[in-house]
């Protein structure tokens, strides 16, 4: 059974016909070839997958594509700027050796972005529970904690 | 360039990609005419395999084709090896029974291939193999390691389900030492299997190409040339010069992909039946049934001590959990990494160690972080903190009156450490942690219904895996050198190749500090390249915190030997006798002159050899150089966690916890940070939150991320880290290592703090609510 699904990502509308099943997390990274976005589980506990939809944080494996239709899908790739400088979360996290194998990371920027537009100062503690669902293997969450501290801050600054 | 790149924090060259979803996994890799394969696996534990019928799945919408073990078989596709031979206590050599990559007659764990199903989409491939009909006649199962051997054979050239026994050590001046011992303490406990979980599923992509009879296979894989060695040698019958493996940018590993596994080999082999590529890609739920597992030990512990508290003699029996079938490096991990460090960082003089390695209906296990060494740490620290508790002496005081002092020290159980200063790395954790203050912290816990407990750990680890010679007389079937190779460009710049893979530790940085320093460049005119068999010349890969000790100083030797041509080169651009030219950092020098070239000077002359001794020397400047480490390399450190427990409900958390490491010289204090970090993370999840669970029919009830915890942000503390230096007396940068120190360390520092909060003598890790709650209601 294929449906037509539209919708835009980072900008651009973009629309193609799947099986209805199809996760947004797949139509993201097969169809448009947007392989910033992972894939860590099957239980939607890890947030490797996180996107924005309509500007908000959500999880891309946990939703079908084509509950995605008009809506707007913000990605990893969409978030440096048009000339390739860093977002200053995405900055912060590279000052703060706040990666290692990077498979988690773009959940972590994505969940980040989120949560710094609510917490522009936030605590080790409040950080630590938006956290929740973000799963990382690498670094111990230590540098994470201190990237989103420091990137929160940052995106206040240049408010 | 004024200050030294060694030590510095510089921040990472590979982060740009990562941050901006630029990185390139095995799954993002497509390729034209792509296919997908999806696995068939058992759902019982121990069955025989009577019959598999394909049609209805073959007629299937967008099926290809289905492989079964009858198939590999008549392929003659042969089965997966191990590479390494334990010798067992009579002399003999281990059990090895076949292991074929699709099951064949049996199978022997939940999670085992029985078949491929390759289809034109990920999505038709599962729906496919659902489809097909697997007629099993179940088997009594074998689950618990300690009662394996009564249980049913699994393979009937093990018939008691033993691989092997085998042991180190002197047993009877042990058995002596005990019995005129004034104390023994004693404890029998388990080191809990754990799943690596590498937040990146394992992933293969293999492909064959008619044009010139090849093959190409990406697969997230920690040590490329391994992987196709292994492959081409044992298990296809190619040659290595027809198979190109690629280990692309990888999301960890741990250990756990450091093995040739059966879905490599299948996408390998079905890529040239079909001519067309082959993806598999790891479910989570597929890797907790077949990525190789870690740990698993049960163990009796007897310490001997005098009066003075010294320590006489330590006697330990493990058996050894090593799951359905021999993983790759499966035999050396509770033998070889295991025993041999039972001396810890104390003077002990006689040890006995016995080991008995089972097969059992679980998912394989080999290494993971720390493989075999927090196994070995977890039995030393308790041994030591729980005896010093018995008799009554602090416990960093029984710590100073047994520490090793003067190096090199000769352990009874093989390995020679060859430098280290426990004590300055104890003094330092003891200020770093304000282990004074401990006693007024535990009275506020108290005071919120919190029982607050202090532990310690003064591990040792051996890492920089290892000097050939003396791996092969141990069993090893593989040599263990590193191989790197140094390009200078013409224009001055520099490719390294390095034989060592980065998945997370930031190699791309650290071993751009060090040659960028080496030879005078910025960071920017260094370039690390791994991962790539047609790319780089050879290399065993990056497992046992090797990558620095041993890849490390490979690059190094081959930047001598670039130095020694430079300096060749710039005799005679300065028309200077070889002897009196001087290198330091990127200047070539006339000895007490003014007189030198640059680097990049040198670089263009070796390219563009117009003035240049062509009559004596070569021209170009590339070298490489295959480098054997003299021996392991032997960080140390020193601990301390405190934990609160809720008194009510056994519930536990760190919240502190404190490491000083001795890895002898540092390139980037940043990164090592992160390792310790992420090390630490991995060891109070053995301790507190990860169990690897099966019940007694071998059905994994832990299947997925929500049975089975791995810590999360709110379960970890901010850590304090620091370092003490003593170089390592054998390689050129003095270093030791540190991707797996937390995972060793962590464990013991924990469950010596949380028997400390409730005061009882011993919890069963993890330490969950109900264990701790269990323990303190059961005294």
């Known amino acids: ?159 | 360039m004024t200050s030294s790149l060694i030590g510095a924090r510089v921040p990472r060259k590979e982060d740009y990609r990562f941050l901006t979803g630029a990185g390139q996994y095995t799954d993002d890799v497509a390729f034209a005419g792509q296919t997908h394969a999806a696995f068939v696996r058992s759902p019982h534990a121990h069955a025989v395999l009577r019959s598999i019928k394909t049609e209805k799945a073959k007629k299937a919408p967008g099926v290809i084709a289905i492989y079964t073990g009858a198939d590999l078989a008549a392929a003659k596709v042969g089965g997966l090896p191990c590479g390494w031979l334990i010798t067992d206590v009579k002399g003999q050599p281990m059990k090895e029974p076949p292991y074929p990559p699709l099951a064949q007659g049996k199978v022997r764990h939940v999670g085992e291939r029985v078949a491929v199903v390759i289809a034109e989409s990920q999505a038709q491939a599962r729906d496919a193999a659902e489809l097909i009909e697997v007629d099993y006649q179940p088997l009594p199962a074998v689950v618990n390691a300690a009662k394996a051997k009564s249980g049913t054979a699994l393979h009937e050239i093990a018939p008691d389900n033993t691989c092997y026994v085998w042991s180190i050590g002197d047993r009877s001046a042990v058995d002596t030492a005990f019995a005129s011992a004034a104390h023994v303490t004693k404890l029998d406990f388990v080191n809990n299997r754990l799943v690596p979980n590498a937040i990146e599923p394992r992933s293969a992509n293999a492909s064959y190409s008619r044009a010139d009879d090849s093959y190409t296979l990406y697969v997230a894989s920690q040590n490329p040339h391994v992987e196709r060695l292994l492959m081409t040698a044992f298990v296809l019958g190619l040659p290595e010069s027809k198979v190109r493996v690629v280990a692309p940018d990888v999301g960890g590993g741990f250990g756990s992909k450091i093995y040739l596994y059966p879905e490599d080999v299948v996408v390998t082999w079905a890529s040239r039946q079909l001519g067309r590529p082959v993806k598999w890609n790891s479910d989570r739920s597929e890797a907790f049934v077949s990525d190789a597992h870690g740990r698993d030990h049960v163990t009796t512990a007897e310490l001997a001590l005098d009066k003075d508290g010294k320590f006489l003699a330590m006697r330990v029996r493990t058996t050894a959990n090593l799951g359905a079938y021999l993983s790759t490096f499966a035999s050396c991990i509770p033998t070889i990494l295991y025993a041999t460090l039972l001396a810890g960082q104390y003077k002990t003089p006689a040890i006995y160690c016995e080991v008995t390695a089972v097969f059992t209906n679980t998912v394989p296990v080999d290494a993971y972080r720390g493989a075999g060494r927090p196994e070995a740490t977890y039995v030393v620290e308790r041994l030591v903190e729980t005896a010093a508790r018995e008799i009554k002496l602090d416990p960093i005081e029984l710590r100073r009156r047994n520490f090793i002092t003067e190096f090199p020290y000769q352990t009874p159980v093989a390995l020679c450490y060859d430098t280290g200063n426990y004590e300055a790395t104890l003094g330092a954790v003891l200020k770093l942690a304000d282990v004074a203050g401990f006693k007024d912290r535990r009275e506020q816990s108290l005071r919120r219904g919190k029982l607050r407990g202090l532990g310690y750990a003064c591990y040792i680890e051996a890492c920089g895996i290892a000097p050939s010679n003396v791996a092969g007389s141990l069993g090893a079937r593989a040599g263990l050198f590193e191989a790197g190779e140094v390009r200078v460009h013409p224009t001055g710049t520099v490719t390294v190749f390095t034989g060592s893979h980065a998945h997370g530790q930031g190699h791309e940085t650290t071993f751009a500090q060090v040659v960028a320093d080496r030879l005078g460049l910025g960071m920017e005119q260094v370039e690390i390249v791994h991962g790539d068999t047609s790319k780089v010349l050879f290399g065993m890969g990056t497992y046992g915190s090797r990558s620095i000790a041993v890849g490390g100083t490979a690059i190094v030797k081959a930047l001598d030997k670039i130095v020694a041509k430079g300096k060749k080169i710039a005799a005679h651009l300065l028309e200077a006798s070889e002897g009196d030219i001087e290198y330091d950092r990127g200047v070539f020098k006339v000895a007490g002159t003014d007189k030198k070239k640059t680097f990049g000077e040198v670089a263009f002359a070796a390219y563009v050899p117009h003035n240049y001794p062509l009559d004596k020397l070569e021209p170009g400047l590339n070298e490489n150089a295959f480098y054997d480490p003299a021996n392991f390399t032997f960080p140390a450190g020193s601990y301390v966690c405190e934990v609160e427990v809720d008194r009510e409900t056994g519930a536990s958390q760190v919240v502190a916890f404190t490491a000083v490491d001795d890895f002898g010289k540092i390139i980037n204090p940043m990164i090592v940070e992160g390792q310790v970090h992420g090390g630490v993370a991995q060891g109070i999840g053995q301790a507190l939150t990860e169990n690897c669970a099966y019940d007694e029919a071998g059905q994994l009830t832990s299947g997925t991320l929500l049975d089975y915890c791995i810590p999360r942000a709110s379960d970890l503390p901010l850590f304090k880290i620091d370092t003490r230096e003593t170089p390592c007396t054998h390689n050129p940068l003095g270093v030791k290592g540190c991707g797996e120190a937390g995972a060793i360390g962590a464990p013991a520092a924990v469950m010596n703090a949380i028997t400390d909060a409730i005061g009882v003598r011993d919890v069963p890790m993890p330490a969950t609510a109900q264990n701790v709650w269990r323990a303190m209601h059961r005294a």
């Open chain 1, 1 to 159: 059974m294929s449906i037509k699904v539209s919708m835009k990502v980072n900008g651009k509308p973009v629309s193609a016909e799947m099986e209805e099943r199809t996760l947004l997390v797949t139509f993201i990274r097969e169809n448009l070839r947007l392989t910033g976005t992972h894939v860590g589980c099957d239980t939607a506990q890890c947030g490797a997958c996180t996107v924005h939809m309509n500007g908000k944080a959500i999880k891309s494996c946990s939703i079908v594509a084509m509950q995605a239709e008009g809506a707007d899908i913000l990605t990893i790739e969409g978030v440096a700027h048009a000339d390739g400088t860093l977002h200053p979360m995405q900055a912060a996290f590279k000052e703060n050796h706040g990666l290692q194998c990077g498979f988690c990371t773009p959940g972590m920027v994505m969940n980040a972005l989120d949560f710094a537009k609510h917490y522009p100062s936030p605590t080790e503690q409040e950080v630590r529970e938006s956290l929740e669902g973000n799963l990382c293997r690498c670094t111990g969450y230590h540098n994470i904690v201190k990237s989103i501290m420091a990137g929160a801050r940052a995106m206040a600054a240049t408010k």
